[in-house]
């Protein structure tokens, strides 16, 4: 059952060192980027030190930019920070610029970004396409041997896109380079870059990222081959749930711009953009669609079409379509790239078909090898997360999605076959037409550094954050989805702010989340203020659903106190006003009732139904504290009070409305009280009778939980911090339906949708809507991290500057640990019981981080450091020693 796949998104060690040493050098929170588009970047490094108490005292950047001259030489600056922004010189367009950074008494770092086009005068491409008002009617190549689907009948195919160019000899090249739909770039033979299913998904109205390739080591001396792919993507290809009805989303036909630039030794340029002079054709890709899949004939190869001297005489000129380049904006995240090979765990041949299971579900595509197949010989690869009863391929839950990929083959000795613009969400491939085949699977996903790790002595809670990382990885795919599989994968927005604590601790999301955070602001209705349900706004009729609309004031607020970068927060303040104000003008007896969107509730909560009013008003009165936060922290402290004493009054208008008495609310589910406990809105005195009460409901169902979405992050946070790990841990452990641990027994690899997915009483669950790779019950990975093994922060402290860390010992753990990359660098604990009733907790604090520790015991006068009595005690908790220490490593033993 268990554990079928090792989890190996390992986290690497920050290097060994005596004194303060910088590490892990980021540029706009990105490491090494290129095309970095803003012309005062934020420069960004991590400190290791063996040290104890080490905290840096004054740093020093300093930037060379083209021809290596000094660009800005910070000088030395005092204080602790672990960033600076750029304040050089101008920024010059495509060039790489080096940096280092220096600690005072410490080492030094260096690394490098380049830029893009920083001023929009600089393009000099068009957007270039195909004509398909010329095109014969459709009909499909005569040899195709089965007709093609009604859903993939009027596929367009793909095009191919050409330019040969003389450039003088270049010291360097680069190119920028964009659709609206996907491409894949290739230079001189050889394609460019390992980013896919580029330029990533964004909203295309407003924003439409291009990437940049430093092709100088393909370019050559002689002439340069530029060529592209291009396909309709999420631009024109299928999306969401409508299938066809929802293509052509945002244009009919998909484009592609691109700027070459190449630089010679006397400092001039080259600059050619996509225009009319470009050459285009299809080729043997026959279509290609997100949720649909490919279909590739290697018959119709164009060898060599990607290099200078292939005969093009055939190819049609490219058609140009638009000259607006308004939208075009710098890609300000990680590329989704493939990460994974999975190596199949069992071939098997089902009904004349071939099974593979490659043992773990994931979001991405295989690599298929042909050997011994005769010319034309069809290969139909299906792709499903689940077996039926009797074997075969279960593909139900995918709705309208295909996820189907054919190749024709050419009929060489081995051929092999890799789809590009298709992503599946799959851990079984059934494949049929040929026997003689190989099949790997690739993993892909948008890919954020790891941050974290997380262990125990539990394999099924082992098993578990296997499963949340990952569904993160499988789901955050250019835009953070609800699932990887079925006709929908859209960016839900209470799915990503429920997870958004988890998937922090799990990767750097920093940029991830700013790229995803400009399109939720785009998509804000700019007059009222409602925040859509998904981002990009694609399902326009559904906005304003509370706890979905408030990730317009979740998301920046804890990217904000994680990775300490007010931007986020200046970028965000004026949308989330908009958002508040909105929930407030429609709502002045600030119960919020009215304007209530979609209202999904505590989303696919198990066996109850929590008041929908108690959850609006629970976020409505979090948005609102946020927004007072985030107002106080940029000094407008005229929309702090506002939002501060709207909050207020939001709290007692919770308390008159929906606390009783007796400490119930209404509704009287475990998600009421999780809300109303979690953000502060029972009145203090009633606290303990709440608490009894969730308590209470909790045992009355036999310590199972009830909780959907909203509820279920909260559980083990709230239940802890009132006393009651022991019931947090009996659910973490259960096993029974419904659990994390009943997916688990059942097999599972990645999070459930729903908590009856699957279940013994019925077999799978509705078709209508059952995903095997859903993260928003994965949102108790932020738990594991924060509660269990205990790192967090304390209230107040932003980018982790006063760490706390508190253990939870309990449960059916022997011990666990966790390690983090704060924005100071690696945060660590590990506890252990030893036997002999002794407790070992190790502890790691990055330099210039006061931590707070709080060791657990059961006797304060046994607790000891490195066998030393124990210095910096702060307090005594009827369970715990508090101590304070600075940077470094300690470990402390205690009885227990
Ligand atoms: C999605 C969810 C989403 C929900 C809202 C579902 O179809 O998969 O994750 O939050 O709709 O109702």
Redesign the pocket.
Known sequence: MVNIMPDDWSLPEPPAAAALQPYDLRCEHLRTPLGIGTPTPRLAWRLASDRRGDAPAAHRVTVHGPGGALAWDSGWIDGQDVSADYGGAPLVSFARYDWRVEVRGGGSARSWFDTGVLHADEWRAAWIGHDPETDPPFEPPTDDREPRTPRTAHLPAPRYFRRVVDLRPATAVRIAVTARGLYELHVNGHRAGDGELTPGWTDYRRRVPYQVYDVTDLAGDGPLCVGAVLADGWWSGSLGWDGRQQAQRYGRHPQLLAQIVAEHADGSRTVIGTDGRWRETIGPLRYADLLMGERYDARLDLGGWDLPGFDDSSWAPARVADTDLSVLVPSVAEPVRVTRDLVPVEVRSHDGRTIVDLGQNIAGRVRLTVRGAAPGTRVTLRHGEALTDDGGLYTANLRSAEATDHYVAAGVAEETYEPRFTVHGFRYVEVTGHADVAVVGRAMHSDTPVAGEFSCSDAMVRQLMSNIRWSQRDNFVSVPT??PQRD?R?G?T??AQVFLPTACYNADVAAFFTNWLADLRCAQDAAGGAVP?VVPHVITERHGTPA?GDAATIVPWHLYEVYGDERVLRDSLPSMRRWVDHVERHNPGLVWRDKVG?H?GD?LQADVRTDRDVLATAYFALSADLTARAAAVLGDTEARDRYAGLRKRIGEAFAREFVSPDGRITGDTQTGYLLALAHRLVPAGLVPAAVAHLVADLERRGRRLTTG?AGVALLGPVLSAHGHADLAYALLHDDRYPSWGYSIKRGATTIW?RWDGWTEETGFGPVA?N?FN?Y?LGSVGAWLYGGVAGLGQEEGSVGFRRPRIRPLVGGALRWASAAYETPLGRLASRWELAGRGELRLSVQIPPGALATVHVPTTDPSSVRESGEPVSGVVGRTGSAVVCQVGSGRYSFTSAW
Request: aromatic share 28%; proline share 0%; charged share 30%.
């Open positions: 609800d699932c929908e859209l839900w209470a799915d349900d979905w979609s999904y989303w979405f949708e809507m995903s859903h928003a």
